[in-house]
């Protein structure tokens, strides 16, 4: 899902990938992101449909919503349903503060154990998710299987890398690199904080690298407050 208009991509890596359009402001607020997340959903769910023959529905979460389309669609084919888990999204919006009142949460709560339980296969992203789905379901229903990562795609000429340092004036710097995610529950504040606290020694330069709902936030605060140690990307 992107700006881009709905298209299908042919032969990728031997697959089709179908992109949906969504919504712009995805990243604007934490109501707009789970208005665009939800719309994309009912379109999942009604491209889902429109395929033909499948073997199995994937669905993986965050977001939340699209596990819904994936098994109203496996329901409806009667295939197989595979529910990845990459974060534990609804568990983590209470003690970060984002939802005020724990019992707006359990009806999604609710939801989420439902489809623990009618998954044929519940797939985690790290050990530590384990812990947050075994009260729900067996545990020879879970499987870890962490992120593959294409090495190859980080490898950068040392001659491109050494030229790079010299345009940042960065050559002589001790970097600390932060790349993924700048959202809310990434602790950005705990860097931007001993970013702070040790701009006075000049030879140490802190580098995110990414995106994310709290980017424009960020890069106002170290603006605004003078932490000139900080470069974003």
Known sequence: AGREKACSKPDIVGLTIFQL???????????????????????AFFKGMSIGDVDIVFGTSPPFFQLVAAACVATLKRKPF?????????????????VKHKFLLRP???????????????????????????PYIDSDKIKVVPN??????????????????ESANWVEKFIVAYIGNIGVTNDIDSIIDAADKIKELRNVQFVFFGGGIKADYYKTYCKEACIDNVFFF
Do not use: C
């Open 21 to 43: 359009s969504s919504r712009r402001s995805v990243h604007s607020s934490f109501l707009s992101r789970a208005l665009a997340f939800l719309l994309f959903s009912v379109s």
């Open 148 to 165: 593959g990562v294409a090495t190859d795609d980080f490898l950068v000429k040392r001659e491109d890398a050494r030229k790079f340092s």
């Open 108 to 134: 999604l709560k609710a939801l989420e154990i439902l489809l623990y339980k009618k998954a044929d296969k519940v797939i985690a992203n790290s050990p530590g998710i384990v812990s947050f789905i075994n």
């Open 82 to 98: 595979i529910f990845e888990v990459r974060d534990i999204w609804i568990d983590s919006l209470y003690p970060l503060g984002i």
